[in-house]
């Protein structure tokens, strides 16, 4: 093999190997774009927890119609309003906790009254 055949093989060589690094370095550059745009178009990341004093339900207007508040109050509070925006109910949040559970007993009692099985 003369020295001219053995410097091309060299050569061929070491394009070989800056090809490959290219590939993998445009290789990492294009996941890496795309892991970014991923998690920009989904806005955050899930998360399993969220903390606020104050949760506020608005329509599409921005008028609100439900708030849940435990800011500055002495025990959380739900507060409807209608789509006016005028307040129609506000009560203590534990209120509606112990309307459900005296909901739920009382269909279960009925429930228990029923011989037949039937669901009016």
């Known amino acids: 093999m003369s020295d001219q055949t053995r410097e091309l093989l060299d050569r061929i060589e070491a394009l070989e190997k800056s090809n490959r690094r ?3 370095a445009g290789g ?3 996941a890496t ?8 178009a989904s806005g955050s990341l899930p998360c399993k ?13 921005g008028k609100n ?4 508040d435990a800011y ?7 507060t409807l309003f209608d789509k006016e925006g005028k307040q129609l109910e506000k009560m203590p ?6 309307q459900a559970k005296t909901h739920e007993a009382a269909a ?3 429930d228990g009254d029923r011989k037949d099985g039937r669901i009016d």
């Open 108 to 110: 279960e009692k009925s």
């Open 93 to 98: 949040i534990a209120h509606l906790f112990r």
């Open 28 to 30: 990492s550059v294009l």
């Open 33 to 40: 774009g795309l892991l970014g745009l991923v998690m920009s």
């Open 72 to 78: 500055a109050v002495a025990e959380p509070t739900a």
């Open 49 to 61: 927890s969220l903390w606020a004093e104050r949760f506020i339900l608005a329509d599409n207007g």
């Open 65 to 68: 119609r439900m708030v849940l």
């Open 22 to 24: 290219m590939k993998i």
